[in-house]
């Protein structure tokens, strides 16, 4: 059984900054790349920033330049920093991680619950 939990959401003022954490736990073998997405009521989910195994990171222009992902590998912890916040960046954001439980199976997607991040103007 593997679990993702996210915490750091709330409630900020345009341009100011957030924290947001995710941490996997459970029968981990390995994990490839972690992944935060966003989402607002009636939109597809977004994603916002994902960061492989390596380090390697990428971001969508809405947040290049305002949001960095980071991870530690040891503590299949990924955090996403988020600073200059703007109210278009309201929504819930989730944690994705591509995990192996087993040598001898693949990776396969595991999401938290989502934690509400709101910015005000």
């Known amino acids: 059984q593997v679990r993702l939990v996210e915490s750091g959401g709330g409630l900020v003022q345009a341009g100011g900054s957030l924290r947001l954490s995710c941490a996997a736990s459970g029968s981990i073998f390995s994990t490839n790349d972690m992944t935060w997405y966003r989402q607002t009521p009636g939109k597809q989910r977004e994603l916002v920033a994902v960061i492989s195994s390596g380090g390697s990171t990428n971001y969508p222009d809405s947040v290049k330049g305002r949001f960095t992902i980071s991870r530690d590998n040891a503590k299949n912890t990924v955090w996403l920093q988020m600073n200059s916040l703007k109210p278009e960046d309201t929504a819930v954001y989730y944690c994705?991680?591509?995990?192996?439980?087993?040598?001898?199976?693949?990776?396969?997607?595991?999401w938290g619950q989502g934690t509400q991040v709101t910015v005000s103007s």
């Open positions: 994705n991680a591509k995990i192996r439980t087993e040598p001898s199976r693949g990776h396969y997607d595991y």
